[in-house]
């Protein structure tokens, strides 16, 4: 059967959420995790929707990606196909050629499972590896500490503090509150979180998203931040510990968070927070 592309529109990403759902597994984080959609949805479903691509056989779904920026696909495989040639031919020429609808012209790069032909085919086709990223794990078998500070979970009548915190926390961010109320209105954010960190004076100093992918699967945090204002004070460390909490509440097997590996203070924070590194993976690109 012939492999073919699609752009699922907003009554398939279900069935897209629902298959990242089933692909998690503690082995390894995956590339996309339903986590990585819901935050996505910020942008509201119909945006999220156009931002989705989905490979599929005979009605299964083989591989989902999400162009999570104008020149970047974040791919990932169901674990089965992962060395499937003829899925990896028919991916690499849809990302290569723009009139597919994928990529555009230019200088463009793809995340995909570091062990999957794909990559094998896009290094042949002379495209490169990009800058490191490190994932963490922390198993959830054990109970997690208390983080030492007081936390809460954002509902709507919060979502303005949790968005205040995000824009302290990077610079550009161009999150809302109308943007939270979109997030908090898909798919995957019935299994997820927000937590909010405060000091004792009662400001608020972090926050961070937890997503599980349902019972006895790997749970992910995206995004985690501390307010500028109050940095090097240990909140990072008590706000992933929340996170790891909450998840494991969720009844999540384990916690995956990726970063860049330049950003040595967050991979310190990850560690510090009970997280384990992972080897390194990379995103591969083509010049313009």
């Known amino acids: 059967m012939a492999i073919t592309l699609g752009k699922p529109g907003v009554d398939g990403l279900s069935e897209a959420v629902s298959v990242l ?15 990585d959609l819901g935050w996505f949805w ?13 490979w599929s056989r005979d009605g299964r779904i083989l591989a989902v990606g999400l162009l999570d920026g104008p020149g970047l696909l974040r791919l990932t495989i169901a674990p089965d196909a992962q060395r499937d040639e003829e899925l990896a031919e028919q991916l690499v020429e849809d990302v290569t050629e723009p009139g ?35 994932p963490l794990r922390r198993d959830l078998t054990e109970p997690v500490e208390d983080p030492g500070v007081r936390i809460e979970v954002v509902g709507p009548e919060q979502a303005r503090v949790f968005v205040a915190v995000h824009r302290a926390a990077f610079d550009g961010s161009r999150f809302t509150d109308e943007g939270w109320h979109a997030m908090a209105a898909g798919l995957p954010y019935a299994d997820a979180r927000c937590l909010v960190a405060y000091d004792e004076q009662g400001n608020a100093v972090a926050a961070v998203t937890v997503w599980s992918a349902g019972p006895d699967r790997p749970g992910l945090l995206e995004p985690m931040g501390v307010h500028r204002e109050h940095r090097r004070r240990g909140y990072g460390n008590a706000i992933t510990v929340a996170a790891a909490a909450a998840l494991q509440q969720l009844g999540s097997s384990c916690a995956f968070v990726c970063t860049p590996s330049s950003n040595v203070g967050a991979v310190a924070t990850y560690t510090s927070a009970g997280f384990q590194q992972l080897p390194e993976v990379r995103d591969q690109y083509r010049d313009a």
């Open 21 to 35: 759902r089933e692909w998690q597994n503690d082995g390894e984080p995956r590339q996309l995790h339903p986590g």
């Open 42 to 54: 910020r942008s509201g479903a119909e945006a999220t929707a156009a931002a989705v691509r989905t």
């Open 100 to 134: 597919r609808g994928v990529l555009p012209a230019g200088k463009v790069a793809v995340e995909a499972p570091m062990g999957a032909w794909v990559q094998d085919l896009l290094s042949a086709a002379g495209w490169n590896a990009d800058e490191p990223w490190t």
